[in-house]
């Protein structure tokens, strides 16, 4: 029984030495290896190819090896096979670092006080208190509560979206197309943390966007293309959004001419809030396989027609 990896050969020399130092009845193969591919039960991969799937008989799980798994071709996959998104703790720390900077940056107005510095201008802006800035975050799953846990020690007015109903201690949830315009209508600051699904695509908006607070900012960490570009580049052109930090984007890369590069309100990064961590993820993989093994349900298991 073998474990197919098909992605960075940096990770992948880790997750041999892991796979052989703590796991070795499970043989961890890359494409570089001579290997039989009916022995092949599990593929731990990023965008595996039809083809590459249609030679694999044996196969019963396809890992992610991000925490992502839109970038799938579902149809290419039989439907016994089942998929696996990474949750590991490499992840989450990245990004509950990265959306703390990015709501602290647009907490204290860094985006004007960066436009006021590259014009030489002194222009001091009135400081609100944390507990007067809204904070939302739409995606109450693994990644959007651990954000929401990190921003709780500011003091910041914390509200969440999600599909269906959530409590969180000292956050006012909201779920469903039902508690949209009420969660949105909370938020000076906006965090996408949702899923690309065939529901959330294109969900940052003109029509969700205007129901925020005028001068409201939004952080998307989910995929690029929830958002609709051009709707927030007339948003901010209309001053009813002051600005957005983005780190994901349809396409990736970004081309050279795309207006957001140059755009003063906005705070781009390529697609690196989090990156999965090379040992955890491997002990997290590892640990996965062993439940599946044991019959057990594995962590972070997709439901597939529901499309996370
Ligand atoms: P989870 O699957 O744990 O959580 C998804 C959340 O989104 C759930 O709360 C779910 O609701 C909610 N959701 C899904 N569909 C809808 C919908 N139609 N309406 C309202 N809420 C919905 O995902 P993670 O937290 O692990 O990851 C979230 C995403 O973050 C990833 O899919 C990926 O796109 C992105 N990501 C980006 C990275 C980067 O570097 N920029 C790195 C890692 C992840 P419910 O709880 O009701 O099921
Ligand atoms: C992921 C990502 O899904 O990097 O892990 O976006």
């Known amino acids: 029984m073998s474990l197919l990896y098909t992605s960075d050969a940096t990770r992948g020399r880790i997750w041999r030495d892991i796979f052989a130092a703590q796991a070795s009845a499970i043989g961890f193969v890359d494409p570089g290896d001579a290997y039989d591919p009916a022995t092949i039960r599990y593929l731990a991969a990023w965008n ?5 799937i249609a030679t694999l008989p044996a196969l019963e799980v396809l890992f992610s090896i991000g925490a992502g798994i839109d970038q799938f071709d579902m149809a290419s996959l039989p439907p016994h096979v089942r998929v696996v998104r990474m949750i590991e703790p490499g992840i ?19 985006i004007d006080h960066g436009i006021a510095q590259r014009e030489a201008r002194w222009a001091p802006i009135k400081l609100v208190p944390a507990d007067q800035r809204r904070v939302g975050v739409m995606g109450l799953g693994h990644l959007g ?40 209508s909370g938020c ?16 940052l ?32 052109d209309e001053g009813h959004v002051s600005g957005a930090v983005l780190d994901v984007f349809d396409p990736e890369p970004l081309p050279a001419d795309h207006p957001f590069w140059a755009h003063p309100r906005i705070l781009m990064t390529p697609h690196i809030a989090s990156m999965t961590r090379a040992d ?23 439901a597939r027609q529901r499309g996370y």
Request: charged content about 15%.
């Open 188 to 203: 000076d600051i906006l965090i996408c943390l949702l899923p690309l699904t065939p529901q959330t695509r294109g969900i």
């Open 92 to 110: 989450t720390q990245g990004m509950v670092e990265y959306v703390t900077m990015a709501v602290l940056a647009l907490h204290r107005n860094l």
């Open 280 to 302: 955890s993820a491997a002990q997290a993989l590892i640990a996965n396989i062993h439940r599946h093994e044991a019959g057990q349900p594995m962590e972070g298991e997709v």
């Open 145 to 184: 509560q651990a954000v929401l846990g990190a921003l709780a020690p500011f003091g910041f007015a914390l509200s969440g979206w999600s599909r269906s109903a959530h409590a969180i201690d000292g956050v006012e949830c909201h779920a469903g197309d039902d508690g949209l315009t009420a969660f949105l």
């Open 205 to 236: 908006c003109r029509d969700t966007l205007f129901q925020l607070p005028a001068g409201a900012a939004i952080v998307n960490v989910g995929r690029g293309a929830h958002l609709v570009e051009q709707d927030l580049l007339s948003l901010i």
């Open 48 to 52: 595996p190819s039809a083809d590459l």
